[in-house]
């Protein structure tokens, strides 16, 4: 398959801020591309540069064999945007705020009726067409907004971090939405901080942080960079802040982090590190009160490459 997103030592900077880094990667067409990182990982400047609302200050950008800089009416036309906040006209109805966004797109007559109908469909609207969008939930809002960008059949469609500040129903709609776009063809440029959702959209993963892609590939790809190591979370009797440095030196230890409360280990064998952990617990005068051993997952190699937390 030919290439749908073409990135080449993309660099983004705002005064002594670094941004984007000299990254690279590319999308191939039909595939879910997820890029994952922390808040501040320079995912939204990406992305924004991609779909040239930001002019990059060095490297090449190409979306469906179309240059960012040469040729950027030609990339707004492949791709919709659905952007972070949520922009819609809240005193429009969905219908209304279809109408308003296909007739931006050039859509007339029968055509962009017949495509307000079918886009109301997709996004689970239709029974609500009529209603004021202002009065909708997190959920519907974020809906239209898919909507929105869909509405002139965009050959990519660029979506960032679509998930954020709703529920746990709504996420799962726009999930398997999400699916269902990359069933009927349609390429998808996805950005995310939740592990779970890069694990299950994706068919490839870029790993960012501090601006650049520090590990790209496949989900079973990126789990080899782990290894053999065992991930180990610990919840302790003191604040984990005390304990973090005296169990982060217990041998057989490869990389320790503060996660939700819990202390998150990286170790090289969780059957020999654990009884020293318990061991130096002890000697220090606080009590481990809870482990969960998990499978090596994309926090664990965040983890590795980093030293820190995926969502710190």
Known sequence: MADAIVVQKLRKQFGDLVAVDGISFQVTQGEIFSLLGPNGAGKSTTISMISTLLEPNSGEISVMGCSVRKDPMAVKAAIGVVPQEIAIYPDLSAQENLVFWGKMYGLRGDTLNRRVKDILEVIGLTDRQKGRSEHFSGGMKRRLNIGIALMHQPQVVIMDEPTVGIDPQSRRNILDGVKELNRQGMTVLYTTHYMEEAQELSDHIAIMDHGKVIACGTYPELIKIVGELDRVDLG???????????????????????????ISFLVQDSNLVLPRLFETASRNSFRITSVEIKEPNLEAVFLHLTGRALRD
């Open 236 to 262: 302790l009797s003191v604040d984990p802040n005390l304990g973090i440095e005296s169990l982060g030196k217990v041998d057989g230890v490869a990389k320790v982090s503060l996660e939700d409360g819990k």
